[in-house]
Structures are given as C-alpha cells and as structure tokens.
C-alpha cells in the first residue's frame, strides 16, 4: 500500500510539474510574476509545508529582529522562491535572446581571471538567489561547465529535470565519493566545477558558524580546492525588484595560516565561503531558501560547551 500511495504521489508530482514546463515559457515575465506572487502568497497563507521550518530557522537567523519583520521576510521568501522557480522552468527553455534579457549586464573578469590559471575552476553558491539560471547563463556563454547534484527521490521528476537542465549543455555529475575520479578528471581540462555547498551533512561534517549557529557541512568542495589547488570561485545570482538577475563572482583566498592540518584547512575554507555567503543574505534575506532544516543536525556537546 505504501509503495501504491508513493507511485501515485511521484506521477501527480510529475504531471504537475511537467505542465509548468510546457506552460511557463509561454507566458511572458510580467505574467510569470504575477503567477508566482500568487502562489507565494497561497503559500504563506494556505499551505503548510515548510512553512514552520521557515518560521523558526528566521527565528534563529535574526533573533534582534522583531516578530513582524521576521513575518514580513516569510512572506517574501515565499513569494521569492515561487519566482525563482518558475524563472528556472522557464528560462531554461528560453531562446537565447529572451533569456539574455533576464540579466543585467555581468563582470566576468574574476572568472577569466581564475581559468587562465589553467586548473579548472571550483565555482561555489549556496541556495540563495537563483543557483539554476547562474549554472545556465554559464553554458550559454560557451563555458563547459558541469553540476555535482544528488538524484531526486521521484525517478519520473529526476528524469524531467535532468533533462530540462541540461538541454542547453549543463551537465550533470553525480553526487558520492565513488565519483571523485570523474570529478577530478573533469577539473584536469580546465573546466568549470559548480556545486552548492550550503547543505546539512550530518554527524559527519564539519562544523562551521552560520547566523551564530552550529552548521554542519560538507567538507568536499574545500576538499577539491585543496587536492586540486585550483582557484574557487564564490557566485550568487540574486533578483533586482525589476525581476532581472545580477550574477557576481568572488574569488575566495585559499591562502591557509601555517600549521594547520588538513582538517582545519578544510574548515578554515568551508567557514570562510560560509561567512562570505552569510553577509549576502543578511543583506537579501528573502532570497535565501529558508525552507532548508539546516541546522537539522545538532552540533556536539564539545563545541556548545566551547563557546566558540
């Protein structure tokens, strides 16, 4: 019976979301943020998922924030992340000229400055703004680029995706140390590596400060960056009021304090980026993904008691 229910939950999530992708490229960018406002709003309203997890990771975030600013930042988080996805199933779908205009006008000197080193590039985001469309607007440019994801649970949605982000040449590699030699081979050609690098990791992560809190996280993008002493890129893509994105790219210092074994190395590079992200969406909270449990795991006994 519990395997009938899951078949019948994955097909109604699977049709639902593919009429988004045959609807949303149709509609212009106006109406898309019309759409997505009212779904962000039902959301806040209406629907119950994530909705506490949202409540209380804001609660943790900014507890010198008042009650009601906290509120009116759900509320747009909602609203954001509704327009975040449904410029995703669009703007992959998009011509070139239409999805250019989507964009406001983009430095790329830091990254061409990385790739003449000649090691590939470890590009780092976090789910903060819109991750996907950087990873496309990429691609779009010439730049061969791949994606390290983890398979969804819905093998019907897992397949639609894939194919709606690699239609334009993204390509997906996947998630899991069994793949690291693909990975390293990948950066060998002077390639881009994107990863997002702001997920729970569990027991076995290292632990790094985000918003006053214990983080667990994963240590493979700072484990790349120092076995393959290649340069890290650092990139956000965050919506202006007008609906347009702005991609930035940071070059993070890998410069590491002497002494140091490779464990604190990697948590010296995994808390730097961490804190770079920290100060953006301080400045944009209702851009990051709220709906994460990123402190889902709690952080042993020893680092509360040291008070670091």
């Not at 009601?68 to 996805?85: G, H």
Request: glycine fraction near 6%; hydrophobic fraction near 40%; charge should be positive.
């Amino acid at each position: 019976m519990k395997t009938s229910r899951s078949t019948l939950s994955f097909r109604i999530e699977y049709f639902c979301l593919r009429g988004l992708a045959g609807l949303l490229p149709r509609l212009s960018h106006s109406a898309r943020r019309r759409l997505a406002g009212v779904i962000g709003t039902f959301w806040y309203r209406i629907l119950p998922y994530r909705r506490k997890t949202v409540r209380r990771n804001l609660m943790n975030a900014f507890p010198e924030q008042s009650p009601a600013w906290r509120k009116q930042i759900q509320r747009r988080c909602f609203q954001t992340i509704a327009r975040i996805y449904l410029d995703i199933f669009a703007g992959f779908q998009l011509d070139n000229k239409s999805f250019q205009q989507m964009f406001n006008p983009i430095d790329l000197a830091p990254l061409e400055t990385a790739l003449k080193e000649g090691k590939g590039v470890l590009i780092l985001s976090f789910h903060f703004g819109n991750w996907e469309l950087a990873a496309d607007w990429l691609v779009r440019q010439g730049y061969t680029l791949a994606a390290i994801a983890a398979r969804l649970a819905n093998p019907l949605a897992d397949r639609l995706i894939t194919a709606i982000r690699t239609r334009n040449g993204l390509q997906i590699l996947p998630k899991g140390r069994r793949h690291t030699v693909r990975t390293f081979r990948f950066l060998r050609n002077n390639h881009l590596l994107y990863m997002i690098s702001d997920q729970n990791a569990g027991r076995k992560g290292v632990w790094v400060r985000f918003f006053g809190q214990w983080a667990s996280s994963f240590r493979g993008p700072a484990l790349f960056a120092l076995r393959k002493k290649c340069p890290v890129i650092l990139t956000t893509c965050l919506m202006d009021r007008n609906g347009r994105y702005t991609i930035k790219f940071d070059k993070l210092s890998t410069d590491i304090p002497n002494g140091m074994n490779e464990d604190q190395k990697i948590q010296h590079l995994v808390q730097s980026y961490t804190s770079y992200f920290e100060r953006l969406i301080r400045e944009n909270p209702e851009q990051y993904y709220w709906v994460h449990r990123r402190w889902k795991t709690k952080a042993p006994e020893y680092l509360k008691k040291s008070g670091d």
